[in-house]
């Protein structure tokens, strides 16, 4: 029996990642891929036996292309309200769905435009832009948000496991963490793998959404930052959540042990080991960046497209009990790194797209406190007296705002007593 996977894209950077992810799903069907079961990713229409992704899509009112009918919309929404005014805007034409390549389609409860707020490609247009308005967004777009995800739960029978992507950088942050917050009190037993994207011009919009998801919720939180390359990032997400092990209920335990849920995503699309084996380039991966590992806690890593014969010389060495590049990555990390929690998972059956790929999920200890170590130190060149008088008019205020500091603070403390031990 599939146990499900309900995917969440909150804001649109988040929205043209995850249109990979649907893109990928046809792929792997075509190389019949045996370990991703489609049923955890979609339910079926019973008439057509057409696939409908499990997925609650919120973006930009203008930013759904062909996915969703503006006018439709604006009728059905606005008929009945006399006070509002309608404003016509122009559907954005870049949009992510221009891209999808998938036959799958999406139930209209799975797509939610806001209401107030459409994309412009001018950031000083933007006025969904901080923390705070996406909450109150949540709270008038509640009934909406409730009756969408009450439809994806009930089509699951034994839901394992939430997979967000969210724009970390916006208000599209504030709307997640609100999200997760009704999401953890619906489903207290289930992980939300949260993928905050984006990159890290607003420290502060960042710091609420992670230190929200980390402290209140407890959840696997991955910071995704500064990636321009948005099918490979896809990817790696993908790949990086693949195991043949356990499920991903089970990986958040692993991995996150100990209330530390701070992850690092890495990746190396396409793996090119040309003429060496795989051991030789992990006896030589510092020069590659794919294990930045210190003070490891537990990492799970998946290879792909590595042929049983590639793994190493077996002139030159006998491993003992070795016969895949899962076996060969845990034995190589354990030796380096001792008697800590790694998990690998392997597939020989195809490469992706004519190359291989190797992603990971690291929890480090060393990294976590430089990650916030980074953010403290910008953040105390703040005050609260220097933030837009936004943030103060949406109900911001500087009592807030030292709690928050003092949350960091306390984050930056306890991994920095890790660090030391």
């Known amino acids: 029996m599939a146990r499900e996977i309900v995917t969440l894209q909150i804001g649109n950077y988040a929205n043209n990642v995850g249109v990979h992810f649907w893109n990928q799903l046809d792929v792997e069907q075509s190389h019949q891929n045996t370990l991703i079961d489609y049923n955890t990713y979609f339910t079926f229409n019973q008439r057509t036996n057409l696939p409908s992704p499990r997925a609650l899509i919120i973006d930009y009112r203008n930013a759904f292309g062909n996915l969703l009918d503006e006018n439709e919309y604006t009728h059905r929404s606005e008929k009945n309200d006399p006070s509002i005014e309608v404003i016509q805007r122009s559907v954005e034409r870049n949009s992510w769905s221009n891209r999808l390549r998938t036959r799958a389609k999406f139930h209209p409860k799975s797509l939610l435009p806001l209401v107030d707020y459409w994309y412009s490609s001018n950031p000083e247009e933007n006025q969904f832009d901080i923390y705070p308005i996406g909450e109150q967004v949540f709270k008038k777009m509640f009934d909406q948000i409730e009756h969408s995800l009450h439809y994806l739960l009930e089509s699951c029978d034994c839901l394992q496991s939430f997979r967000c992507l969210y724009d970390i950088n916006n208000s599209f942050s504030g709307l997640f963490t609100s999200i997760q917050d009704y999401l953890h009190d619906e489903c207290p037993k289930q992980p939300m793998w949260s993928f905050g994207l984006g990159n890290s011009s607003s420290e502060l919009n960042l710091l609420s959404s992670l230190v929200h998801s980390m402290n209140e919720n407890q959840m696997p939180t991955l910071p995704c930052l500064d990636s321009l390359d948005t099918d490979n990032l896809a990817l790696a997400i993908q790949h990086s959540l693949i195991s043949s092990d356990v499920t991903l209920d089970l990986l958040a335990d692993r991995l996150c042990p100990m209330k530390k849920n701070l992850l690092n995503l890495v990746w190396k699309i396409p793996l090119e080991l040309r003429h060496r084996t795989l051991f030789y380039y992990l006896e030589n991966s510092a020069n590659e960046n794919v294990f930045p590992m210190t003070n490891p806690i537990g990492c799970h890593y998946f290879l792909r497209g590595v042929q049983q014969k590639q793994l190493y010389d077996h002139a030159l060495y006998n491993f003992n009990n070795i016969e895949t590049s899962a076996d060969l990555i845990t034995t190589y990390l354990r030796e380096q790194y001792g008697s800590k929690m790694f998990i690998s998972t392997n597939s020989w059956t195809e490469k992706y797209d004519y190359m291989s790929l190797l992603t990971g999920l690291i929890n480090d200890d060393n990294s976590s406190f430089e990650f916030f170590d980074k953010l403290l130190i910008k953040m105390k060149k703040m005050n609260y007296?220097?933030?837009?008088?936004?943030?103060?008019?949406?109900?911001?205020?500087?009592?807030?705002?030292?709690?928050?500091?003092?949350?960091?603070?306390?984050?930056?403390?306890?991994?920095?007593?890790?660090?030391?031990e």
């Open 385 to 420: 007296k220097s933030l837009s008088k936004r943030w103060e008019e949406n109900d911001f205020d500087e009592q807030m705002y030292e709690h928050l500091m003092n949350e960091l603070s306390n984050v930056h403390e306890q991994y920095q007593l890790d660090k030391m």
